[in-house]
């Protein structure tokens, strides 16, 4: 794995590998292992970053993330499941239905059927990427953005799955919707990165 590891400020680390795959394996290693003097694991798109206390050395914590035995094919490991109920009337999931040929029925079985992995959160407090999921579900985004969609609203956009947390514009294709809190002042985010997610269809 390639591993480029970047001074952030006097009290973090910048850990940039090839891509999503590496970004997962590097986080769980660092999660099971952390070394002393990291508070915080920040995964990204290509990124991990390693917030520290003040004062800790970053040669001593680069050289042993570094020394990590980071396993990018590894089985996933037992991790925090959240459930999320859908009611799946989306008003792109006919449209999805067509693009995959799954049809509307073969998108939610698709969609429930495979549970995802929060990968990294962003966009908007509580947003959460969701990757992992069927392969076959994997449809860009809409060519034109709506400049609102309502929260609680479950879209696909290439490989990921995601829930709004709240109204906001977005270029996702929508195929549900959930009651479901994604974010809270005082309890933060639902959905953190390297926890389970499980879609399950209500009516």
């Not at 952030?8 to 680390?13: F, K, V, Y």
């Not at 290693?29 to 970053?49: E, H």
């Not at 429930?112 to 992995?117: V, Y």
Request: hydrophobic share 45%; glycine share 14%.
């Amino acid at each position: 794995m390639n591993t480029n590891v970047l001074p952030c400020g006097d009290a973090g680390l910048l850990i940039e590998v090839d891509g999503l795959p590496e970004v997962l394996a590097l986080a769980d290693a660092v999660r099971g292992a952390p070394p002393a003097g990291v508070l915080d694991i920040i995964p990204a798109a290509r990124t991990v970053l390693l917030t520290l206390e003040p004062g800790t050395d970053l040669a001593t914590v680069r050289k042993a993330v570094l020394d990590l035995p980071v396993d990018v094919g590894a089985a996933a490991a037992d991790r925090e499941t959240v459930e999320i109920e859908v009611v799946y009337d989306g008003p792109d999931l006919d449209e999805v239905g067509q693009l995959t040929g799954l049809g509307r029925d073969g998108v939610v079985a698709a969609h429930t059927g495979t549970p995802w992995r929060v990968a990294f959160g962003g966009f908007a407090p509580g947003f959460a990427y969701l990757a992992g999921g069927d392969p076959r579900l994997d449809v860009a985004r809409r060519d034109e953005p709506r400049t609102s969609v309502p929260a609680g609203s479950v879209g696909l956009a290439g490989e990921f799955s995601g829930v709004y947390p709240r109204s906001s514009p977005g270029g996702w294709q929508l195929i549900g919707r959930t009651d479901a809190v994604l974010w809270d002042i005082e309890g933060g985010a639902l959905l953190r990165p390297g926890s389970s997610v499980r879609f399950r269809e209500v009516r």
